[in-house]
């Protein structure tokens, strides 16, 4: 729901960007035109999409799984961080939004490091465990609809290896997360992921103020 980190004024968030984001100019000409588009407060901010990149290279990350490709600028935030033989698998609903985004991931010569499937983000998960089996994933980035999260999280627990790492974006959703008696679903979701990550002992956890809210979740 925000292009920049939750809490900055315009002025701090130039500033932050000015001088540490290092977009390539792939990177910096796909976040230009998702920035025309009617629905780009769906895009993620650099500066998550830099420091998502940092932790996967942190992590030593080979396979990562994206829910949610919008025009494919966080996966190829992502790709820049995988080796030469990495692999990310990124899907949406929309079978359209690869026609968008591989242009630009061609441009940064990473168009075979990532592979699109168009379809539902649950069922994707569930092809992936029956094709690669449990533990097969470093990672997994969700950025979907967030009546689903529970669900996306839990599928992804089982598909990533002890030490993997879950991203689940938009978990502070512009502050409203906050409210008492939200009559949004997708705000009431966001308040139980964000509850049940919390007292889940089979993880680490950190949510962050990155974006619009970046929760950190490392498989124990």
Known sequence: MTRTSIGL?????????????????ALARLRRATAERD???MQIAPEQGQAMALFLRLMGARRVIEIGTFTGYSALWMAHALPPDGELITCDREADRESVARPYWEADGLGERIAFRAGDGLAV???LHTERGGESFDAVFIDADKESYAAYHEKALAL?????????DN???SG????????SAATRALQAINLSV???DRVDQALTPIG?????????
């Open 9 to 25: 004024d315009p002025e701090l968030s130039a500033y932050l960007h000015a001088v540490t984001v290092r977009e390539t100019d």
């Open 39 to 41: 629905d780009a407060f």
């Open 125 to 127: 998960l569930d092809a």
């Open 160 to 168: 990533i290896r002890p030490g993997g790492l879950i991203m689940l």
């Open 171 to 173: 978990t502070l959703w």
């Open 176 to 183: 409203e997360v906050t409210a008492e008696s939200p009559t």
């Open 198 to 200: 919390a007292q889940d």
């Open 212 to 220: 619009d809210g970046l929760t950190l979740i490392r498989k124990r």
